[in-house]
């Protein structure tokens, strides 16, 4: 166990697999306490994983971790999952928002109950998971906020692949680019209470259960290392340090010079790669995008 997260505690959604399992993982692994949150506690349904097996997996590698069962899209559920965290757990300095499922179809067929459902998980849970904790990161004299991006909000490249011509994902993208935008604004406004807003998103694809529906099998994938330890960078280092950054799962810690270990903080694992197919628009230091 390290210990650059003692005495923290951190709110995770989307915790039960993927990414948020990893997240939840290693900010475990420095020391942190975690509440992982999705919305059931053993039944996996169409996925595997469980918010079970992701309280058990913490606790193997020595760390302390509360589950808290919410459904984001339950009203009654989102507007009260903070305020049960810090009864699980006494407070929160750290939320990470990681829940979500990624419906793409295209634009002009897409039905408006999953345009609504899409706005929902990725715009509205995040605005309304902040408005609830920053009070509560204020009362504690700082905080840090992290919301999962996607490099689909970067513009597609030119000329147009099959993916941005039949993909579906242009709502999800557009999305995804209001949430980095809301993040850099949030930044801004909640600087003057030493809490960091960052947005964090995988470089490439990250093969996790609910995504790999979506990634072709041919397609390469990125290690779920990556993200965890760019997540981990955004969680400690002052707001006047380190806030309103785009962080890419494979540019960051490159650009950087952070190394990446193992989800359990134990083993060093070899540098990123930037591959050729990576969007080039991206910025390396996080100052964009």
């Known amino acids: 166990m390290g210990n650059l997260l003692a005495g923290k ?67 009654e559920e989102l507007d009260g999952i903070v305020a049960r965290a810090i009864e699980l757990a006494g407070g929160v300095d750290i939320l990470i928002h990681s829940g979500g499922k990624a419906n793409y179809a295209p634009s002009v067929d897409m039905p408006q109950q999953m345009y609504d459902q899409t706005i929902g998980h990725y715009l509205r849970s995040p ?11 204020r009362r504690r004299g700082a905080g840090w906020i992290v919301v999962l991006g996607s490099v689909t909000a970067l513009p ?44 964090l998103a995988p470089s490439t694809a990250i093969r996790t259960p609910g995504a790999s529906d979506l990634i072709p099998e041919e397609y390469p994938s990125e290690r779920i290392e990556y993200i965890a330890e760019t997540g981990l960078a955004l969680c400690h280092l002052p707001a006047t340090e380190r806030t309103g950054l785009t962080a890419y799962s494979l540019h960051y810690p490159l650009y950087h010079g952070i190394p990446v270990h193992t989800l359990d903080g134990l083993t060093r694992i070899e540098d990123p790669v930037i591959p050729p197919y990576a969007h080039p628009d991206i910025v390396a230091s996080g100052e964009g995008n």
């Not at 605005?127 to 990161?137: C, G, H, S």
């Open 127 to 137: 605005f309304k998971l902040i408005q609830q904790v920053v009070p509560e990161m």
């Open 9 to 75: 505690i951190a709110l995770v959604t989307g915790a039960s697999r993927g990414i948020g399992r990893a997240l939840a993982q290693r900010l475990a692994a420095e020391g942190a306490t975690i509440v992982v949150s999705a919305r059931s506690l053993d039944a996996s349904g169409q996925y595997e994983g469980t918010l079970k097996e992701t309280v058990a997996l913490i606790e193997q590698q020595g760390g302390t971790a509360y589950p808290l069962v919410a459904d984001l899209e339950r009203e």
């Open 156 to 199: 597609p490249q030119r000329p147009y692949d099959e993916w941005a011509t039949y993909g579906g994902s242009s709502v999800y993208s557009a999305i995804k680019a209001a949430v980095h935008r809301m993040t850099q604004g949030l930044a801004a406004e909640l600087l003057p209470d030493n809490i960091a807003v960052n947005t």
